[in-house]
């Protein structure tokens, strides 16, 4: 089991920055993709960003929408913590930010649910 927990929401005027954290307990040790996805009010939840680990280093992914603006990052000391700062933020991306996280993943697949274990999600709000 994996425990994840996320920090770091809350309201921003469109334009401004924030940074998403997430903590992961458990059984980390077999998990090597983490990922966020966001789910805004009426709409189904959306993949934002993920990074993948190994020996050859880094993997980083994002949906278009917000390429350029969010960055994905993770701790490399215990692979315990990952990070999205979103900058030059817009009202359209509001919603309820989740981490997630499962054991590998491929190409598409890294976009792509099923992911293995979910965090309660954390609210970001951009303001008009």
């Known amino acids: 089991q994996v425990q994840l927990v996320e920090s770091g929401g809350g309201l921003v005027q469109a334009g401004g920055s924030l940074r998403l954290s997430c903590a992961a307990s458990g059984r980390t040790s077999s998990s090597y993709v983490m990922g966020w996805f966001r789910q805004a009010p009426g709409k189904e939840r959306e993949f934002v960003a993920a990074i993948s680990w190994s020996w050859s280093g880094d993997l980083t992914y994002y949906a278009d929408s917000v390429k350029g603006r969010f960055t994905i990052s993770r701790d490399n000391a215990e692979n315990k913590m990952i990070y999205l700062q979103m900058n030059s933020l817009k009202p359209e991306d509001t919603g309820v930010y989740y981490c997630?996280?499962?054991?590998?993943?491929?190409?598409?697949?890294?976009?792509?649910?099923?992911?293995?274990?979910w965090g309660q999600g954390t609210q970001v709000t951009v303001s008009a």
């Open positions: 997630a996280t499962k054991r590998a993943c491929s190409g598409i697949g890294c976009y792509e649910e099923p992911y293995d274990y």
